[in-house]
């Protein structure tokens, strides 16, 4: 082996704050960096997670709009639309490879290096990767995580059963998709994939799928995809599997219809939680600490117990969101430049969207988690169609509502279920985010018809203060 390379930031993984880092600290601050990548190009996001998926569900959308066409045109018999998943890969892929090239061009831009390989600490601040040492004066752990697989669970490993990785791949429609875990993933893929055309049958062992949202949300939420034809089975464990993914899978299963009620499909998707990227890599050869769930230990500023080494994203523990992936960035770009961000990751906002249609949003406090800490609060709640540009959109199902403090006017949470939820997000957290009032909210003048629009009513709905 070499002798290490020198260089002021070297990334083990490229993940969200890997490629924000480099790119930075070498096109604004002169420094020689280097991110280290075993897999796609730029990290899961824009290849295996967010971005194909975002894609994958609006062609979904597409054809689910398509068989609309009668309702809104009488006559029109378009019952028999069918969706060409070849194609639909495609467009996905086109929107992958578009993305890899626009970071490939920013690594030749910024002259930040990128090394496709697989990377290993071989000392606290030196990693190996295809025969080379690399040594850097800041080194930053960003290696992701990857979907968990339950081995307990008898047969299921052996099944080959499908992650979002293989299953973004597969060209042809599973005749019967079940899902195993009611999260983000299984959710988003259930309502995509029933819209192509798919039998979906979604089993999670909770009482509700998404198990951290209000009930009433998940309650609408479910019953809009129920309808769609996804099948639900919550409370439900799996106690077996056997056959194999893409031929035929048998899944008994233990729940309110009895202790071993078997269900069969065409294909497996396991989308059950995940699991840190950690192992294997050297932490514990180079000093790094692990928390008990098996992240790298880190302090708020994202610093791991070995001086100059950081980690960040999902490897980190930090909620496993892109946009938090970013934000670790900001935090560990502010500490490298001399200016820390006070707090650094403490207390920061994590708003998430669902994006299923329609979108579920949120953002703060929730109400059932208002209810069980006992935080007092004003509560205002609105139905989608109050939203007006939901009627135009012909989308009015699902609501809105938000938690005003009881005895103070700032916001403590806001939830939407509605179309481009998501994008409401923005002007409530910029609230909470400055403390403002409410009310600040109430006053803005706002586009009309826009979904933002239907902010203001709910704001003005809110409750007066009873003491
Ligand atoms: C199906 C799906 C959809 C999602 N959709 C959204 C969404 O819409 N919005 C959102 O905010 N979040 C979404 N997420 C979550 C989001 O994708 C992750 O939180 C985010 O990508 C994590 O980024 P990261 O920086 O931690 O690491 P990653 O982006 O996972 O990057 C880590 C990189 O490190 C590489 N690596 C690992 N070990 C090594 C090694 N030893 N040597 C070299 N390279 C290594 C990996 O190949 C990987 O590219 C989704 C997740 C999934 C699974
Ligand atoms: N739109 C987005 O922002 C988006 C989209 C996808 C993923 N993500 C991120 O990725 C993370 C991981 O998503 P995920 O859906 O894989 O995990 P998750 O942790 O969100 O959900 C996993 C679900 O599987 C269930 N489960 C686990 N084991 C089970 C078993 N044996 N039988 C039945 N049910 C079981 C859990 O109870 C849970 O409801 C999310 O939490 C989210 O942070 C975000």
């Not at 790119?23 to 996001?45: Q, T, Y």
């Not at 299984?186 to 039998?199: L, N, P, S």
């Not at 103070?408 to 923005?426: H, I, R, W, Y």
Request: with cysteine.
């Amino acid at each position: 082996m070499s002798n290490p390379e020198q260089y002021d930031f070297v990334a083990l993984g490229g993940g969200e704050a890997a490629k924000l880092l480099a790119w930075d600290l070498a096109s604004n601050h002169g420094k020689k960096c280097a991110v280290i990548e075993h897999g796609p190009i730029a990290g899961a996001c824009p290849t295996v997670a967010c971005m194909p998926t975002k894609t994958l569900i609006h062609s979904a959308q597409l054809a689910h709009l398509a068989r609309q066409v009668p309702a809104s045109a009488p006559g029109t018999a378009r019952a028999d639309i069918k969706t060409d998943m070849a194609k639909v890969f495609t467009r996905k892929q086109d929107v992958v490879d578009g993305m890899a090239d626009l970071f490939l061009g920013i690594f030749a831009e910024t002259k930040a290096e990128l090394i496709r390989g697989h990377g290993e600490l071989v000392g606290p601040k030196t990693i190996s990767c295809n025969g080379r040492l690399l040594t850097g004066e800041t080194v930053l752990i960003n290696t992701g995580s990857k979907a968990l697989v339950d081995t307990s669970i008898p047969g299921l490993a052996n099944a080959k059963p499908l992650t979002h990785v293989e299953l973004l791949n597969i060209k042809t429609l599973p005749t019967h998709l079940i899902i195993l875990g009611g999260g983000y993933v299984g959710i988003e893929f259930a309502q995509a994939y029933v819209r192509f055309g798919a039998r979906v049958t979604v089993i999670e062992r909770n009482a509700q799928v998404l198990k951290k949202e209000d009930s009433d949300v998940i309650s609408a939420l479910t019953k809009i995809l129920a309808r769609e034809g996804v099948e639900f089975l919550t409370s439900t464990s799996v106690t077996k599997v056997s056959g194999t993914s893409g031929d035929e899978v048998v899944l008994t299963l233990s729940g309110p219809g009895g202790p071993s009620e078997i269900i069969r499909g065409s294909h497996l998707l396991v989308s059950a939680g995940r699991t840190p990227n950690t192992s294997g890599i050297g932490l514990a050869e180079a000093g790094i600490q692990l928390s008990p769930a098996g992240h790298v230990a880190v302090d708020e500023q994202l610093r791991t117990s070995v001086p100059g080494v950081f980690a960040a994203g999902d490897c980190a523990g930090s909620p496993y969101f892109t946009h938090i992936g970013w934000d670790d960035h900001r935090v560990i770009l502010a500490s490298l430049t001399g200016s820390p961000r006070e707090g650094g990751t403490a207390n920061r906002q994590v708003p998430s969207t669902l994006f299923t249609s329609p979108e579920l949003a949120h953002v703060g406090l929730r109400e059932e988690e208002a209810k069980a800490r006992g935080i007092p609060y004003r509560l205002t709640k609105a139905p989608m169609a109050a939203f007006l540009r939901s009627r135009a959109l012909g989308e009015t199902e699902g609501f809105a509502k938000a938690l005003v403090e009881a005895d103070g006017d700032k916001v403590l949470g806001f939830t939407a279920l509605g179309p481009g939820a998501g994008e409401l997000l923005p002007a409530v957290q910029l609230v909470m985010k400055l403390g403002l009032s409410y009310k600040e909210l109430v006053d803005l003048i706002i586009v009309h018809p826009t979904m933002c629009e239907g902010l203001v009513d709910l704001f003005r709905s809110v409750p007066p203060r009873t003491g």
